[in-house]
């Protein structure tokens, strides 16, 4: 499985931004698909994650501003970020678990991309 994300940028406090992921895999309809994020100096963390049928989970953080979607006939999944904060700044990462239900742990997660960066500006 190869992942690919795109559409990080540098954007204003308040702004939105979209993410994608593209991926490979005869079965990407049945994968679960999450995005982490990483600051400088911190630990990896969990933003959201998307089961097959489409249950979501979020994190605390981003409940009510983030948005997570899956599209199975184009192998894609997509992050609506609105109301950007500062502190959402970090390098986005999607990830894909290939059984099981959407978890927060990173090490549920079997394959990775590269991460896309995103920067808000206050």
């Known amino acids: 499985v190869q992942l690919q994300a795109s559409g990080g940028g540098l954007v204003q406090a308040g702004g939105s931004l979209r993410l994608s992921c593209a991926a490979s895999?005869?079965?990407?309809?049945?994968?679960?698909m999450g995005w982490f994020r990483q600051a400088p100096g911190k630990e990896r963390e969990f933003v959201t994650a998307?089961?097959?049928?489409?249950?979501?989970v979020y994190a605390d953080s981003v409940k009510g501003r983030f948005t997570i979607s899956r599209d199975n006939a184009k192998n894609t999944v997509s992050l609506q970020m609105n109301s950007l904060k500062p502190e959402d700044t970090g390098v986005y990462y999607c990830?894909?678990?290939?059984?099981?239900?959407?978890?927060?742990?990173?090490?549920?997660?079997?394959?990775w991309g590269q991460g896309t960066q995103v920067t808000v500006s206050s």
């Open positions: 895999g005869r079965t990407f309809s049945s994968y679960v």
């Open positions: 990830a894909a678990r290939l059984r099981g239900s959407p978890v927060a742990g990173p090490g549920h997660y079997d394959y």
């Open positions: 998307i089961s097959w049928s489409g249950d979501t």
